[in-house]
């Protein structure tokens, strides 16, 4: 049986204001997942949403609806967002699902069954209009954090977890398991700060909300959100209930990762609860950075350029991936910018990975219509090459398995720009001149191809959209694109054929894409500003609210009627990120074959709607002719690259 990897990301608070910080533990997570399942590992990967709690209560009721149905929809975003961010998740938890629920009730029954939790008082500051308890720390220049009104002593029943009973325990976990917390630093900030003054009991349960699992045995008491929340990492196998079978099978938890923020629950009080329920525990803690915008920790009240959705539709997901694993050194803070991110498009994506593809494929195109020819001749600027391209694996799978992402994709890069320098030392060019160096050439070409692979190979787990564009286009069929194969050199067929595709990544003009996030992010024009009408246009917009929409080339590959309605076709598209379908009323104008094969303007990320049963998964741009209410689609040039975004 295969080794098994359980990996999980903590459960994120349902806000609207995800914004590019937060994907970076999930993008993370992702590519271990990804690297991990490659390897052949029995993977599961797990992240969900921290539904309960007071401040899910307040924001629910300042909207008007129930804290359940205000979850409900931003759960949906969130889903959506890791959809678009390629997330491969196995389970989706959501502390409000019943059968986790259930198995907290069971949790804390347990805990208090075993003496491990007991009833107690618990003394704070009270804050009457918002119904708050709150600890001395928790203050803000001694009044309320939430509402700054003056808070009063006050003492309310509560349960206690033994917290204090495990200082010398986790102390003890730490010095026989060094991995389980890191990196390292933060087991020295754990032991100064928490574990060397010693642990206090701490309070487990809440009288000030009902918006949290209730406390069976006690109504009116619920439990404290982090006990809650932190139970997902086993309530989602199945532990205490009988939703799932997965708990002897997984559990336990190979990495949980975070940033470092909340590295205190899970290196401490995590481990401590375990402990008291006798089960086994995490084999690693791993708190990274944060990504830091201007200095500071990032909120999406620094406008659309923090913003994932917005950043994946203007440079693609791969794009905005590469980014986040690339930039950051792994553990530490590392500053997003704008024009970090797109000199790191332009010279990584578009310049060394982009330009070899395209360069290499248009040669073998070129000199040999697509296929090379079996005889090849070795010569002495190929060894170099190879031997790089021999020992990547290994070096890529040491620094990846030590967490070391920044630094695998450093290394597939610095093979990636060696690539890219035999094409200099070779001159193909020169060599294509020649009929007598035909097999030399072809061998050139062979060696460029096949260190593609290995490197796309290496790259899949980080760039999941873009690697098999690469396969693709330089012929590389399934058998070659597993992680193993990315050991050998010389794997691709001999008589592989190349197909041109589109661009991988556009480059971007720096200038021009700067300023046009700067209009996007700046506030916008007081109410007071007269708004300018121009004739026969609709309200005008800002720049910012015409950047939401994601427009894009696609091509259309095939097109039917809608059973039983005479306006939809039902519309198959190639838009460059493996195809979609679109139903469009345009059916009194066109017949199928008409389109088949041309290209249009494509409404990208449009919510899908079902027309006729029929799921249409966007939008086609067409233009009214007259008032007659027909209709004329809008065709895109035929040399546009199918998924090139249009602005
Ligand atoms: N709900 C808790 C976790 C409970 S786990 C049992 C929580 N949620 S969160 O939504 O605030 O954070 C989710 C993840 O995003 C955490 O790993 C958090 O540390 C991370 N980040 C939030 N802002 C971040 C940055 N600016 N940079 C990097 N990671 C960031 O905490």
């Known amino acids: 049986m295969n080794p098994k990897y359980y990996i999980t990301t903590p459960i994120y608070f349902p806000s609207d204001k995800l914004h590019i910080g937060h994907s ?3 993008v993370v997570c992702d590519a271990m997942a990804r690297y991990k399942r490659m390897r052949g590992f029995d993977v599961f990967y797990l992240t969900g949403t921290d539904e309960h709690g007071l401040k899910i209560e307040a924001i629910a009721k300042q909207n008007g609806v129930s804290p359940k149905e205000y979850v409900d929809k931003i759960v949906e975003s969130i889903k959506e967002l890791w959809k678009t961010m390629d997330i491969s998740y196995d389970r989706y938890i959501r502390t409000t699902d019943d059968y986790h629920v259930e198995s907290v009730q069971k949790i804390f029954k347990k805990l208090y069954d075993k003496g491990e939790i007991y009833k107690g008082a618990y003394e704070g500051h009270y804050c009457k209009p918002c119904e708050s308890f709150w600890t001395q720390s928790q203050l803000k220049e001694g009044n309320c954090p939430d509402c700054a009104r003056p808070v009063e002593k006050a003492k309310e029943e509560a349960y206690f977890f033994r917290l204090s009973n495990y200082t010398q325990r986790i102390l003890d976990l730490y010095k026989a398991n060094p991995e389980f917390l890191q990196p390292q630093s933060r087991m020295n900030e754990m032991i100064n700060n928490f574990l060397a003054p010693g642990l206090e009991d701490l309070c487990v349960s809440r009288t000030s909300s009902t918006w949290g699992v209730p406390v069976t045995f006690d ?17 989602a196998l199945g532990y205490e209930n009988d939703a799932f079978g997965d708990f002897e099978r997984y559990w336990p938890a190979d990495l949980h990762m975070m940033a470092k923020e ?3 629950f899970h290196a401490i009080i995590w481990p401590a609860l375990l402990m008291a329920l006798e089960l086994p525990l995490p084999k690693q803690v791993y708190g990274h950075g944060w990504l830091l915008f201007g200095g500071d920790k990032m909120s999406k009240s620094k406008g659309n350029v923090v913003d994932p959705v917005i950043l994946c539709n203007r440079y693609g997901v791969d794009a905005v991936r590469y980014f986040l694993l690339r930039e950051v050194p792994f553990g530490q803070d590392g500053n997003f910018t704008n024009e970090a991110l797109i000199t790191r498009i332009n010279a990584d994506l578009a310049n060394d990975l982009g330009n070899l593809l395209s360069r290499t494929v248009a040669m073998v195109e070129k000199y ?6 079996v005889q090849r001749q070795v010569g002495d600027e190929d060894k170099e090459l190879i031997e790089m391209a021999s020992a990547l694996q290994k070096i890529v799978e040491g620094q990846i398995d030590a967490l070391q992402l920044p630094s695998a994709l450093t290394e597939i890069f610095r093979f990636i720009s060696r690539a890219n320098k035999y094409i200099d030392q070779t001159q193909p060019w020169i060599l294509g001149k020649d009929e007598a160096q035909a097999s030399r050439l072809a061998s050139v070409l062979y060696n460029l191809l096949e260190s593609i692979r290995v490197a796309a190979v290496l790259l899949s787990p980080f760039l999941p959209g873009t690697c098999p564009k690469i396969f693709e286009q330089i012929g590389a069929g399934e058998e070659v694109r597993n992680w193993e194969s990315a050991g050998q050199f010389g794997l691709l067929s001999p008589t592989a054929t190349v197909c041109k595709g589109d661009t991988l990544f556009p480059r971007i003009d720096m200038k021009e894409e700067l300023a046009q996030l700067e209009a996007m992010s700046a506030p916008p024009a007081p109410a007071a500003t007269p708004t300018t009408k121009v004739e026969g246009v609709a309200e005008l917009v800002d720049i910012a609210d015409f950047a939401k929409i994601s427009l894009m080339v696609a091509k259309i590959t095939h097109c039917d009627r809608v059973p039983k309605s005479d306006k939809l076709l039902r519309i198959e598209l190639d838009d460059g990120q493996g195809g979609r379908q679109v139903v469009s009323g345009i059916a009194q104008w066109y017949a199928p074959e008409d389109l088949i094969g041309k290209k249009l303007i494509l409404v990208a990320n449009l919510k899908p709607a079902k027309l006729r049963g029929v799921e249409s998964q966007g939008m086609i741009l067409a233009a009214d002719v007259g008032e ?20």
């Open 368 to 373: 040999f219509g697509g296929t090379l020819p």
């Open 219 to 235: 109504p009116g008491h619920v439990v404290y959100v982090w006990v809650d929340a932190l139970s997902n990492y086993i309530t």
């Open 628 to 647: 007659s209410g027909e209709a004329r689609v809008i065709f895109a040039d035929d040399d546009l690259p199918c998924g090139a975004k249009v602005r």
């Open 262 to 264: 909340i590295i205190r």
């Open 24 to 26: 970076y533990t999930t």
